[in-house]
């Protein structure tokens, strides 16, 4: 049983839905306080490249190794962000364009292939990576035991960031505080909110997030360093966000979704299953589905009540209102 | 002491010319401290890469055929973004184009056709592939409102695949099946000689070859820049482009823009392709490590929005940063890393960015400052 | 400066000091010296334009001056922040509201508390919810805390605005034009709440450029004309026309405008049953039907929000009809389609000016094209010599101050940006014109303006429909009256008074009067 299609979608579903729900959290915190980050492709990347790195060179236990390279990744993923941060926030630049730079910067043919090249990471597999955590037997249970216990613990540590992000967001004062920074700028700064400081703030921690992401893949997922690795998983997150209306335990629903519609073809193959005319169609499924949600998400009633933070993409200027 | 950051009243053009080079000049700096990071010599690559990219024998040839394709993914970018169309599909509707083209140029190149036929057919047929593409994502915002970032850049993994697919994945008719090397490596089918593009060559700086894409993009670029000046379409993509509400006043039927927007931008991607086809690899390259990891459609962008837009300004750049990849995949080994090209391209462009805070706004340091006789604006009251 | 101070025992709550501010362009403030007592109600008097709405930004932290000092109860104060203000009990009511839409009141509440429910790391949903009702019935300020303030009406919104500086305590409440958005009489209402609000000790400053009112709430006034102070007056001693004297500087006519007969009962423009949807999909017009015949000027009286922007859109061609038809001359006009309306010869002023009216960054001749460049047009291409002399010729005609007509729309002053949209709009071949809100914020000079524009367009024949949340206008000017609420036209009697029409606007029908 535990090896039936739907269980193993799932169980994979989950799995490489995780560095998905990862980038999907950290750019929602930034969509909330108003700030559009599209370099999640690029700062993925980076701590995808830098994780692994990291597990490389440092030598000490597995535990710390691994921690440390996800401390690393998340560094490096700030790091970019605040590339971002700077030039939107402060000097008021495109968020779009900032972002697409971001990206084509920090990506595939910029400073990650250029890390990722330079530190001869490339076809080596990892020395450390993340592996389950339960014992064998409740692996083994059935559709419980790969579903839930057969993942390693940043599946685990993504659902406690899921329920804090949604405690923070809905039950604290920061949490109404960012909130209003990404509804109505002009309202926060009138109550004494440092619209800049919360602004600079999320969007570092989105960073910080899809720099561990991009780690989940090169030291969970396919552990190993290959340039690109990521293959648009940044872009797919970003329409996440706009598919889970911002909320973050919709984000965890829509990534295992994703995560399974990526699953997919490698399983379809595997068991010999032809789901369309041609291989093709399975390749692309993840990219269309996302499209048609997105067309449905956008149209209709749906946008108006539960729509985008107000202020999102628009820089905030006291002296202009 | 307080520093205010006001917004000018009036942009005065030197500061629009000035400010772009200066970004250059700026991130040249940066890079520098980079390359020192890395124990490089800055100085030394700097003066390597313009006589990769410029100077040596046979450079300019090389320049031009990167060069080519960035013009067109550039204009491309430029007409949609100018009008704040985010299209980033460039890079889909590239390939589109040139699958398109190329069917074009095999079909009618191998019937012998009268000498231009099969060439102009590919530029059709190009443009056709590029802006069918491009109207996917078109007409999903104008009828649906979905936002077109994310829908075109989805659509470039999916041509992706499908270009992928033509060629490794199926025997399809873009496939070359004859012959040994067939069996060994999947190819495109190669062009039959009546369908190859020509070039022409300048007897300047030792004999350089201009492909026909490259006076194609000029041309492209002149019909973007009279369309968007000279013509009521492009007075109502400004409008659309400035605010939408605006738009629906002055009678701009906003769907049939949008589309028209889109289809333009598409089709100078496609041609682009096309352009991929004829001039240079004379085959359909489906190869995922080929023209798909390049990236021409997203460095497009950076050149567009260095140039702020404007067509010709684009071409230029599309030249300069055409010599920078030459150089930089030139000198690629050791002490030139991969990545350093993307590296130096971003910084330019965050420069850039960052400089165009000094375009609208102005910085004042005051303690008392004089006041200023009335002009134009006044805040309300 | 005429000086006629309060007794007061001690330090006037509020005292302004040769306050200067100073914009890119333009001088806002130029030296201003204002004192407000304790338990008064202070008006802050001064036409659209002379500096009355930076002056309170500056009391309030929003701005910083660049000269002058500000004293609280006789202390020197220097926010650099609204934050400052609001701890140091000086909150203001703005023009345009500083809520968050997507909030309830409740949570809006909270964002802005420093003391108690707001200092706790977790917010519980409930925790203001006795303070709110507490408040609202003091203060006759009924609102529901859990509702969320999209849903409220403006007045609602206005009321949460009012109880958030309440709830924080404030000593000194400034309100910047509050009427503008109310019906006479919630506007009465939301002075007998001021009144009591002074009277408990605290101070009120009244921001406002209509005359009635000022003299209605006020124990003193203080009237700003182009940036400085020219007096402060007791308001018992002042008359609406001494008043309007120091406000502008001269005296000025009482435009109004002749009554003439009106022929041809058919109508250049004629709306028959008239249906239209607002932005969410609500009806926002219903059933609307009226005819203007050529040279009658109809002027729609109403509180904004009740279908006029609706209904203007709908007739202009900028909004889809759900129904109903709309006639220029006895010809239809195709359903939401704007360029039709246009050259069916329908001119429309938007009340965004803009935002709608003018493209902002597109250049000055470029908007005075907006509507007919494809006549001037040849074939697809644009003539720009020609459009570049046609602007310079309205520039010239229209009194525009603008440096040339390259510049970007978004430079110019309100009064010339709608200079702009007049110049385009009134010329050519025009039938019908719908004006919306055409002197909102514009000062004296720039009103006079366009309501002799206005005249001048009745005089040539065109019919007029104008919409205007300024009563004072809309008496000025009209032929007949009708009163828009909540999307359904009425007909306002001749000779109606101010306060049945003020009824009439809050949705009430006056019972028949006994006496003239």
């Known amino acids: 049983m535990n090896n039936s299609l739907l269980v193993v979608l799932i169980a994979s579903g989950v799995a490489y839905g995780t560095p998905l729900l990862y980038a999907a959290l950290g750019e929602l915190l930034a969509e909330r306080s108003g700030v559009l980050n599209l370099g999640v492709e690029g700062m993925m990347l980076g701590g995808a490249v830098m994780g692994f790195w990291a597990v490389e060179r440092v030598h000490a236990g597995t535990a710390i190794t691994l921690a440390a390279a996800l401390g690393i990744a998340a560094l490096v993923g700030a790091l970019l962000a605040s590339i971002h941060a700077f030039l939107v926030i402060t000097l008021r630049a495109s968020q779009i364009v900032c972002g697409l730079t971001l990206t084509i910067f920090a990506g595939a043919v910029g400073l990650s292939s250029y890390l990722g090249n330079g530190l001869n990471l490339a076809d080596i597999p990892a020395r450390k990576t993340f592996n389950p955590v339960f014992p064998g037997g409740m692996q083994r249970l059935p559709v419980v035991g790969p579903i839930v216990f057969g993942q390693n613990i940043l599946v685990y540590l993504s659902w406690l960031c899921v329920i804090a992000i949604w405690l923070y967001l809905s039950r604290t004062r920061p949490g109404l505080n960012v909130r209003a920074v990404g509804e109505s700028p002009a309202a926060a700064d009138t109550m004494g909110i440092n619209v800049t400081a919360y602004r600079y703030a999320h969007t570092l921690a989105g960073g910080a997030f899809a720099g561990i992401a991009g780690a989940t893949i090169t030291l969970a997922l396919t552990p190993q360093w290959v340039n690109g690795i990521t293959g648009g998983a940044g872009w797919i997150a970003i329409a996440l966000v706009i598919f889970s209306f911002w909320r973050p335990e919709l984000c965890l629903v829509g990534a295992y979704f994703f995560g399974a519609l990526q699953a997919l073809a490698p399983q379809l193959q595997a068991r010999n299953i032809s789901l369309g005319p041609t291989v093709l169609w399975t390749n692309a499924l993840p990219y269309v589905m996302t499209i048609l949600v997105l067309v449905v998400v956008s149209s209709g009633t749906a946008r108006r009540r539960l729509g985008a933070p107000a202020a999102l993409g628009n820089p905030y200027v006291r002296e202009e209102h | ?381 | 400066m005429t000086a006629a101070p309060l007794a007061t025992d001690g330090a006037p709550a509020l005292s302004v000091q040769a306050v200067t501010k100073r914009f890119p362009g333009v001088l806002a403030n130029d030296h201003v010296d204002f004192e407000a007592a304790a338990g008064e109600v202070h008006a802050l008097l001064g036409e659209n334009g002379a500096g009355k709405t930076t002056l309170s930004h500056i009391v309030t932290g929003l701005y910083q001056a660049d000269e002058g000092r500000i004293l609280l109860y006789g202390e020197p104060v220097a926010f650099s922040s609204p934050r400052e203000a609001i701890d140091a009990g000086v909150c203001m009511v703005h023009q345009h509201f500083r809520l968050v839409d997507r909030f309830t009141v409740a949570e809006n509440l909270v964002l802005g508390d420093r003391r108690g429910a707001g200092r706790k790391f977790r917010i519980d949903p409930d925790a203001v919810d006795d303070q709110v009702r507490e408040l609202g019935e003091r203060y006759r300020l009924p609102v529901d805390p859990h509702a969320h303030v999209w849903q409220l009406s403006v007045g609602e919104k206005q009321r949460v605005e009012i109880l958030n500086t309440l709830y924080q305590d404030a000593r000194v409440l400034i309100l910047d034009e509050p009427t503008a958005v109310l019906t006479p009489n919630e506007a009465d209402t939301l002075f007998v709440t001021l009144r009591q609000i002074a009277a408990e000790g605290r101070t009120v400053v009244f921001i406002s450029h209509k005359l009635h009112e000022v003299k209605a709430v006020s124990d003193r006034v203080t009237v700003l004309r182009a940036g400085h102070t020219v007096a402060t007056v007791e308001t018992a001693a002042a008359t609406p026309q001494s008043l309007a004297a120091l406000m502008v500087g001269r005296e000025i006519e009482v435009v109004r405008r002749p009554k003439h007969v009106v022929e041809g009962k058919e109508g250049l423009l004629r709306v028959d049953d008239l249906w239209a949807d607002s932005d969410r999909g609500t009806p926002a017009v219903k059933g609307v039907s009226l005819r203007i015949a050529a040279g009658e000027i109809l002027a729609v009286a109403g509180v904004a929000g009740n279908g006029q922007r609706e209904l203007a859109e709908a007739i202009a061609g900028l909004r889809p009809r759900s129904k109903g038809d709309v006639l220029v001359e006895g010809r239809p006009l195709r359903n939401g389609d704007a360029r039709a309306a246009y050259e069916a010869g329908v001119g429309f002023v938007p009340e965004d000016r803009l935002g709608t009216g003018v493209s902002p960054t597109l250049s000055i001749a470029m908007n005075l094209e907006l509507r007919s460049f494809r006549r001037t047009s040849l074939g697809p291409f644009l003539r720009l010599r020609r459009m570049h002399e046609q602007a310079e010729e309205a520039i010239r005609t229209y009194d525009i101050k603008a440096p040339n007509p390259e510049a970007a729309a978004d430079s110019l002053s309100g009064g010339n940006l709608q200079k702009v949209v007049i110049a385009r709009e009134f010329s050519g071949t025009l039938r019908v014109l719908v004006v919306a809100s055409p002197t909102r914020g514009l000062d004296v000079g720039a009103v006079e303006t366009v309501h002799a524009h206005l005249l001048e367009a009745a005089d040539r024949g065109t019919a007029v429909l104008l919409i205007s949340e300024d009563l004072d206008e809309i008496l000025a000017l009209n032929d007949r009256i009708m009163v828009m609420y909540e999307g359904a036209l009425s007909e306002v009697p001749e000779g109606e008074s101010i306060e049945n029409i003020g009824l009439r606007m809050a949705g009430e029908t006056p019972a028949a009067v006994a006496s003239a």
């Open chain 2, 1 to 381: 002491m307080h520093v205010a950051v006001e917004r000018r009243l009036r942009q005065p053009r030197w500061l629009a010319v000035v400010v772009p080079l200066g970004s250059i000049a700026f991130a040249f700096f940066v890079a520098a401290l980079v390359l020192l990071a890395t124990g490089i010599d800055p100085l030394s690559t700097y003066r390597q890469l313009f006589d990769a990219g410029f100077i040596q024998s046979g450079s300019l040839d090389q320049t031009l055929i990167t060069t080519t394709p960035l013009a067109f993914m550039g204009l491309a970018a430029a007409a949609a973004f100018r009008v704040k169309l985010y299209n980033i599909g460039a890079e889909g509707q590239m390939y589109m184009g040139a699958i398109f083209g190329s069917a074009a140029g095999l079909y009618l190149g191998g019937r012998g056709g009268a000498a231009p036929l099969p060439i102009a057919a590919m530029v059709v047929a190009g443009c056709a592939g590029g802006c069918v593409w491009a109207l996917i994502p078109g007409v999903l915002k104008a009828f649906f409102r979905t936002n077109e970032i994310l829908t075109s850049l989805l659509l470039n993994y999916v041509a992706g695949l499908i270009l992928t697919y033509l060629i490794f994945e199926s025997e399809s008719y873009w496939r070359e099946t004859k012959g040994f090397n067939a069996t060994v490596f999947p190819t495109g089918k190669p062009l039959p000689p009546s369908s190859v593009w020509p070039g022409w060559t300048l007897h300047a700086q030792g004999g350089v070859t201009v492909p026909l894409g490259a006076f194609l993009a000029v041309l492209a670029g002149v019909v973007v820049w009279g369309l968007h000046k000279r013509t009521r379409f492009g007075f109502e993509s400004q409008v659309l482009g400035d605010s939408e509400r605006a738009a629906r006043y002055a009678g701009v039927r906003i769907r049939r823009k949008i589309l028209a927007v889109m289809a333009l931008s598409g089709a100078v991607a496609g041609l682009g392709g096309a352009s991929q086809v004829g001039d240079f690899a004379h085959a359909l390259d489906g190869d995922p490590n080929g023209l798909q990891k390049i990236g021409y459609g997203y460095t497009g962008i950076v050149v567009a929005a260095l140039a702020r837009y404007n067509p010709f300004a684009t071409l230029l750049i599309a030249f300069l940063i055409g010599g920078l990849q030459n150089a930089g995949s030139t000198l690629q080994g050791p002490s030139f890393p991969a990545g350093l090209v993307g590296v130096l391209q971003g910084i330019i462009l965050f420069s850039a960015l960052g400089g165009e805070i000094l375009v609208r706004y102005r910085f004042r340091i005051s303690r008392r400052s004089k006041g200023e006789a009335a002009s134009a604006a006044e805040p309300a009251s």
